[in-house]
């Protein structure tokens, strides 16, 4: 079984409701392959890093996605689509099933990001910020 | 011969993700990731952070994914 992540970045411009066909539409394209998604994640409008096509915000969408090892991969399907739509600004697939089985239980914990979007289980935030040591 | 040693003691640095049991760099984990990454966005060497390669080598890949997804910035100025 393989497990992957798929991120993509909506142009702020782009409505709401809108993003959420978006996402609807390509979650069927992923299950229409065969895959399942088992979790979504919202993280709504977010600031980018740095700006992309003139733009300085971003919706951020997340997929988990599962599939058996035999099914047909409808990934670079879902890829292509997205390259296509110029409303997308990023996107990335991250295959984790690897990853995550190397590391076992040891797993640093993502606190999906607090704003706005889909309902998300409002867990204490982790306060422990223990910067990196350095010696000057 | 001659001079005593000078002796200076200097903190041990201990790789991050050993002593908080991360074996899994999230590239979505931008308050992890963003200890690394100082001033000017550059990755943070292991010389500095004392990061062991194998986890220098995750988290390398998570930077970098997460700078494709604009969550970190490749450079400030």
């Known amino acids: 079984m393989r497990t992957y992540e798929l991120m993509f970045v909506v142009d702020p411009r782009v409505a709401d409701d809108e993003v959420v066909t978006m996402t609807a539409d390509y979650r069927h394209m992923i299950e229409a392959g065969g895959a399942e998604v088992t979790k979504e994640e919202n993280w709504g409008r977010r600031k980018l890093a740095y700006t992309i096509d003139k733009v300085n915000e971003g919706k951020y969408v997340l997929f988990y996605i ?11 399907e879902v890829e292509h689509r997205m390259r296509q739509n110029e ?7 991250v295959r984790t099933d690897l ?12 606190e999906p990001p607090a704003p706005a979007g889909s309902a998300s289980p409002a867990g ?3 306060t422990g910020d223990g910067h990196a040591e350095r010696e000057d | 011969m001659g001079r005593p040693k000078k002796v200076f003691y200097r903190r041990r640095k201990v790789c991050k993700f050993c002593a908080d049991k991360i074996d899994y760099v ?4 931008v308050k992890l990731l963003q200890q690394f990454i100082p001033e000017r966005s550059k990755i943070l060497p292991r010389r500095i952070s004392g990061t062991c390669a194998r986890h220098q080598r995750l988290l390398q890949t998570a930077i970098k994914r997460a700078r494709h997804l604009a969550l970190i910035p490749f450079t400030t100025d």
């Open chain 1, 66 to 76: 599962q599939s058996q090892d035999g099914a047909k991969a409808s990934l670079p």
């Open chain 1, 99 to 110: 990853d995550l089985k190397r590391a076992g239980s040891r797993v640093s914990v993502v």
């Open chain 1, 124 to 126: 204490p935030a982790p």
């Open chain 2, 26 to 29: 999230d590239f979505k984990d």
């Open chain 1, 87 to 93: 409303k997308i600004l990023r996107f990335l697939t």
